[in-house]
């Protein structure tokens, strides 16, 4: 307010020529102001700021069309009553043909042929079609006459369009230029409906100065009653009085938001128009707010109200959501056949009539003790606790149940520690498996799938815990272990079938000694038979699988044979095994072990520290320089003292230096040189110390050579 009375007044004067235009927007100081006034009074401060766009009704002309076209496709309506700018279309068919478009003229009237005019305006369709053929007969004597062969039909072409006022609390009142064919909603619709202050029940057509039709729009937005949507006609006018009341319903409604009573309307009818209650509705009783005038004040009603109570402008009702406890609910838990929520009636009101209604107890049912959980009213719940196996014979008392007990019925196993065996090795289906009574090791094996393909009957072991019986242990020994022997078809011998596990048991089956998969080696290139080849015993080594594989072929070359273990390439000299196989390198196969023995490879690779990096042919005749040459030489960052050639078969041969000599390695088919290429290292410039110490190792180094010489 304080803002308000400080602005000029021409800031407060609003120049909008479209009066009825909603402003919705509000600043955040407003929207502050509105919070901190709920301290006061939360219902009256939602009461006053509400929002009127949620008014029943008002969507329907949210997205009203700004022009109306009229539907020239439908069938001329019979009704339909003619006037100036109409056109009239008549067709001749059967032994005569002709066609006419006639347009009624300001005078009401069309003409055809030669004949005189015929007077159509104020007429129907229908009125127009008898006048028109009675006119036509003068022409044609026999038209539409029985047996004639000739005959007429006239429909309605172009239609004319007429003015209609939309006036009163419309959101866009104004004159209006439409279709003769619109209707009473056509025009609503352009006009955009009632205005905030406008009424959806009061909507007057006023022709000639009199009122010939009370629209109320909660029929055809509710029921889809069309019997106000009367047709136009021009210089109508629709008047579109304010609202008596709006009355707001809010919560477990299924369509909430303002509505507009009627006078004498009930909130039964209200309520219908909302939809109706949700699921969740509290219907028992709800609130409402009223304005006296003064001040808000809170009241209620029963169902038994609601049909004839009348509200009043203004008042907002509210539906609570029903509560989320189940008044009559008992439950049964644990060890019946169907534990679940059952409700207190006469027949299930009892412990006993409770178990048979959940279809008696399990098998397993600990019957000598239950539970029944009771609130006793407070924050604490109450348990009664029974013999169940003495309630069930008889003996004692039935125990009536009350709305929120809770039976509670354990098993026997819900009583004790849930125990395992274990079994691993040469098993199909290692792992934990339930502990039974009496269970023995041929049972486990049997819920394990049997053994493997490797695994043995004999020297079974079991690793028991030690609980209470110590008797002949050592101090430090805290497991027993047996060890038994357990047919192949489980079978035990009498001694062994006496033997019981005990809950976490370890039974451990071994594997045969000899028994392992078999191992492949594969040797592939230029042997008679390349392929996969098994390695019969632990001491076959590479030399042996030649023999296999039928010999090496002419054209092998031995020093390029690479040797494969584990995906990664082993350096061997193929050609010094098969000449010695007391050779170290000769190594023992493995599992997937893969020998390559190529061809002949004629090029060589220079790589690195020189001019042209290339592949080259092999050239008995060139040394190692000569191969340098061939790449155009060692550049300026080439490390010719790390020099070194890598070998098809995986070894590799460096640059060898002896005083002022160098050993370049010999280059064969299929290698690769390389020259390391220097990092370039900034060096620090030498401190006063470093040269001192230089100068005085040169000195020194001088003067020994002088005494020699």
Same mark, same amino acid.
């Given at each position: 307010?304080?803002?308000?009375?400080?602005?000029?007044?021409?800031?407060?004067?609003?120049?909008?020529?479209?009066?009825?235009?909603?402003?919705?927007?509000?600043?955040?100081?407003?929207?502050?102001?509105?919070?901190?006034?709920?301290?006061?009074?939360?219902? @009256?401060?939602?009461?006053?700021?509400?929002?009127?766009?949620?008014?029943?009704?008002?969507?329907?002309?949210?997205?009203?069309?700004?022009?109306?076209?009229?539907?020239?496709?439908i069938a001329t309506p019979r009704n339909y009553i003619l006037g100036p700018e109409d056109e009239i279309i008549v067709d001749i068919y059967g032994n005569a043909v002709d066609n006419f478009r006639m347009r009624v003229s300001p005078e009401g009237t069309?003409?055809?042929?030669?004949?005189?005019?015929?007077?159509?305006?104020? +007429?129907?369709?229908?009125?127009?079609?008898?006048?028109?053929?009675?006119?036509?007969?003068?022409?044609?004597?026999?038209?539409?006459?029985?047996?004639?062969?000739?005959?007429?039909?006239?429909?309605?072409?172009?239609?004319?369009?007429?003015?209609?006022?939309?006036?009163?609390?419309?959101?866009?009142?104004?004159?209006?230029?439409?279709?003769?064919? %619109?209707?009473?909603?056509?025009?609503?619709?352009?006009?955009?409906?009632?205005?905030?202050?406008?009424?959806?029940?009061?909507?007057?057509?006023?022709?000639?100065?009199?009122?010939?039709?009370?629209?109320?729009?909660?029929?055809?937005?509710?029921?889809?009653?069309?019997?106000?949507?009367?047709?136009?006609?021009?210089?109508?006018?629709?008047?579109?009085?304010?609202?008596?009341?709006?009355?707001?319903?809010?919560?477990?409604?299924?369509?909430?938001?303002?509505?507009?009573?009627?006078?004498?309307?009930?909130?039964?009818?209200?309520?219908?128009? @909302?939809?109706?209650?949700?699921?969740?509705?509290? #219907?028992?009783?709800?609130?409402?707010?009223?304005?006296?005038?003064?001040?808000?004040?809170?009241?209620?009603?029963?169902?038994?109200?609601?049909?004839?109570?009348?509200?009043?402008?203004?008042?907002?009702?509210?539906?609570?959501?029903?509560?989320?406890?189940?008044?009559?609910?008992?439950?049964?838990?644990?060890?019946?056949?169907?534990?679940?929520?059952?409700?207190?009636?006469?027949?299930?009101?009892?412990?006993?009539?409770?178990?048979?209604?959940?279809?008696?107890?399990?098998? /397993? %049912?600990?019957?000598?003790? @239950?539970?029944?959980?009771?609130?006793?009213?407070? #924050?604490?719940?109450?348990?009664?606790?029974?013999? +169940?196996?003495?309630?069930?014979?008889?003996?004692?008392?039935?125990?009536?149940?009350?709305? =929120?007990?809770?039976?509670?019925?354990?098993?026997?196993?819900?009583?004790?520690?849930?125990?395992?065996?274990?079994?691993?090795?040469? &098993?199909?289906?290692?792992?934990?498996?339930?502990?039974?009574?009496?269970?023995?090791?041929?049972?486990?094996?049997?819920? %394990?799938?049997?053994?493997?393909?490797?695994?043995?009957?004999? /020297?079974?072991?079991?690793?028991?815990?030690?609980?209470?019986?110590?008797?002949?242990?050592?101090?430090?020994?805290?497991?027993? &272990?047996?060890?038994?022997?357990?047919?192949?078809?489980?079978?035990?011998?009498?001694?062994?079938?006496?033997?019981?596990?005990?809950?976490?048991?370890?039974?451990?089956?071994?594997?045969?000694?000899?028994?392992?998969?078999?191992?492949?080696?594969?040797?592939?290139?230029?042997?008679?038979?390349?392929?996969?080849?098994?390695?019969?015993?632990?001491?076959?080594?590479?030399?042996?699988?030649?023999?296999?594989? =039928?010999?090496?072929?002419?054209?092998?070359?031995?020093?390029?044979?690479?040797?494969?273990?584990?995906?990664?390439?082993?350096?061997?000299?193929?050609?010094?095994? &098969?000449?010695?196989?007391?050779?170290?390198?000769?190594?023992? +196969?493995?599992?997937?072990?893969?020998?390559?023995?190529?061809?002949?490879?004629?090029?060589?690779?220079?790589?690195?520290?020189?001019?042209?990096?290339?592949?080259?042919?092999?050239?008995?005749?060139?040394?190692?320089?000569?191969?340098?040459?061939?790449?155009?030489?060692?550049t300026d960052q080439g490390w010719k003292k790390r020099a070194y050639v890598s070998y098809p078969n995986g070894r590799t041969h460096r640059t060898k230096t002896f005083l002022f000599f160098k050993s370049y390695p010999k280059v064969e088919p299929g290698?690769?040189?390389?020259?390391?290429?220097?990092?370039?290292?900034?060096?620090?410039?030498?401190? /006063?110390?470093?040269?001192?110490?230089?100068?005085?190792?040169?000195?020194?180094?001088?003067?020994?050579?002088?005494?020699?010489?």
């Amino acid at each position: 307010m304080r803002r308000r009375l400080q602005q000029k007044p021409a800031e407060n004067k609003v120049n909008d020529p479209n009066r009825d235009k909603l402003d919705e927007t509000r600043s955040q100081d407003e929207l502050d102001e509105e919070a901190n006034n709920e301290k006061d009074s939360t219902n @009256a401060s939602r009461s006053r700021n509400r929002n009127l766009n949620n008014t029943f009704g008002a969507a329907f002309f949210a997205r009203s069309s700004n022009t109306f076209e009229p539907n020239l496709r439908i069938a001329t309506p019979r009704n339909y009553i003619l006037g100036p700018e109409d056109e009239i279309i008549v067709d001749i068919y059967g032994n005569a043909v002709d066609n006419f478009r006639m347009r009624v003229s300001p005078e009401g009237t069309v003409k055809m042929l030669n004949l005189a005019p015929v007077y159509v305006n104020g +007429l129907t369709i229908e009125q127009a079609n008898e006048r028109i053929v009675n006119r036509l007969r003068q022409a044609y004597s026999s038209l539409n006459r029985p047996g004639s062969g000739t005959y007429s039909s006239i429909t309605l072409g172009n239609v004319r369009s007429i003015r209609v006022m939309v006036t009163g609390e419309a959101a866009q009142p104004g004159s209006y230029t439409v279709s003769s064919l %619109a209707t009473a909603f056509n025009v609503l619709s352009i006009s955009g409906g009632p205005s905030r202050n406008g009424s959806y029940r009061n909507i007057e057509i006023i022709r000639n100065n009199k009122i010939i039709k009370k629209i109320d729009l909660y029929r055809f937005l509710v029921d889809a009653d069309l019997r106000d949507n009367i047709s136009m006609q021009d210089q109508d006018i629709i008047l579109i009085r304010p609202f008596e009341s709006h009355i707001e319903l809010s919560g477990e409604i299924k369509r909430p938001g303002i509505f507009e009573a009627v006078q004498g309307e009930t909130i039964t009818n209200l309520i219908r128009y @909302a939809g109706g209650f949700t699921p969740e509705a509290y #219907t028992k009783t709800f609130t409402y707010q009223r304005n006296t005038g003064t001040n808000y004040i809170i009241g209620s009603l029963d169902s038994a109200q609601i049909t004839s109570f009348v509200p009043r402008n203004g008042d907002i009702f509210t539906v609570k959501r029903i509560l989320e406890v189940v008044s009559n609910q008992i439950e049964v838990r644990g060890a019946v056949t169907v534990p679940g929520n059952y409700a207190l009636e006469e027949r299930c009101n009892t412990v006993l009539k409770l178990i048979q209604m959940a279809q008696g107890l399990s098998p /397993r %049912a600990f019957l000598n003790r @239950a539970t029944l959980e009771r609130s006793s009213g407070d #924050t604490q719940t109450g348990i009664i606790a029974f013999d +169940l196996r003495k309630l069930v014979n008889g003996e004692i008392a039935d125990i009536p149940l009350l709305a =929120g007990d809770i039976l509670t019925i354990k098993a026997l196993d819900d009583l004790k520690e849930f125990t395992f065996l274990t079994i691993s090795g040469s &098993i199909i289906n290692p792992g934990n498996y339930f502990y039974y009574k009496d269970i023995t090791i041929a049972d486990l094996i049997f819920q %394990a799938g049997g053994y493997t393909e490797g695994g043995i009957p004999y /020297r079974i072991e079991v690793s028991r815990r030690v609980k209470n019986d110590t008797t002949g242990l050592p101090a430090s020994q805290n497991v027993r &272990i047996f060890t038994m022997d357990v047919a192949d078809n489980l079978v035990l011998n009498p001694e062994d079938q006496k033997f019981k596990l005990l809950p976490q048991d370890i039974v451990i089956v071994r594997k045969s000694p000899r028994y392992e998969p078999q191992r492949i080696v594969t040797i592939v290139g230029e042997v008679l038979y390349p392929g996969n080849y098994t390695i019969i015993n632990n001491f076959e080594r590479i030399s042996d699988i030649f023999a296999k594989a =039928g010999g090496i072929k002419p054209e092998a070359y031995l020093p390029g044979a690479r040797f494969y273990r584990d995906y990664e390439q082993v350096a061997i000299d193929l050609k010094a095994i &098969i000449e010695k196989p007391s050779l170290p390198s000769n190594l023992l +196969l493995i599992n997937g072990d893969t020998l390559v023995i190529p061809k002949k490879s004629e090029t060589v690779r220079i790589q690195g520290g020189v001019y042209n990096p290339s592949v080259v042919n092999f050239d008995p005749a060139f040394g190692y320089n000569e191969y340098i040459s061939q790449a155009g030489g060692y550049t300026d960052q080439g490390w010719k003292k790390r020099a070194y050639v890598s070998y098809p078969n995986g070894r590799t041969h460096r640059t060898k230096t002896f005083l002022f000599f160098k050993s370049y390695p010999k280059v064969e088919p299929g290698s690769t040189v390389t020259i390391p290429i220097k990092r370039n290292n900034v060096q620090e410039p030498m401190t /006063r110390g470093e040269r001192f110490a230089l100068i005085s190792l040169f000195s020194t180094l001088a003067i020994a050579l002088i005494r020699i010489f």
